[in-house]
């Protein structure tokens, strides 16, 4: 009876461990993706560079979103890791996530919203006033980010 108790708990284990790991990864989108989805959610898109980098702007310049995509995982860790290293010396309310295929770094400071976010080789900074906080976080959900 005890051994299948711990053969049942073991299954469980391993089913939610399972389980949490696919919560855990992110699909990284395209540039082209990007522009879609940026376009559609009102952002003029200011650059885009063949399939690489898209500059996108709304409210004048009061949400600035840059995504580029590098040419490996090791490029955008190193991208992402420079950036976070800039912004942490902010000081503000900040969040961080550090998973299997993304990570991202969020403060708001002196009424500004920064967000940097890497999904595998892809890399988004994001800039915006305070007040737009929840629209680039919407954003980002919508991208799957």
């Known amino acids: 009876m005890k051994k299948k108790f711990l053969i ?9 461990i399972a389980l949490s790991a696919c919560a855990l990864r992110k ?39 840059e995504f580029i995509v590098y040419s490996s995982i090791a ?9 976070k290293y800039e912004l942490e010396w ?20 002196g009424g500004f919203f920064y967000v940097v976010f890497r999904v595998d080789n892809t890399f988004v900074y ?3 006033y305070a007040k737009h906080k929840n629209e680039v976080n919407d954003f980002l959900k919508s991208i799957g980010y």
């Open 75 to 83: 490029n955008a860790k190193y991208i992402f890791s420079s950036e």
């Open 8 to 16: 049942l708990v073991a299954f469980l284990l391993t089913g939610i």
């Open 126 to 128: 994001a800039w915006a």
């Open 90 to 109: 902010y000081s503000g309310s900040s969040s961080s996530v550090s998973a299997l295929n993304y990570e991202y770094y969020k403060i708001t400071s």
């Open 27 to 65: 699909t990284a989108i395209t540039a082209e993706e990007f522009l879609e989805k940026a376009e559609a959610a009102g952002f003029k898109i200011d650059e885009y560079v063949s399939e690489e980098c898209v500059y996108a702007l709304k409210y004048g310049n009061e949400i600035e979103i």
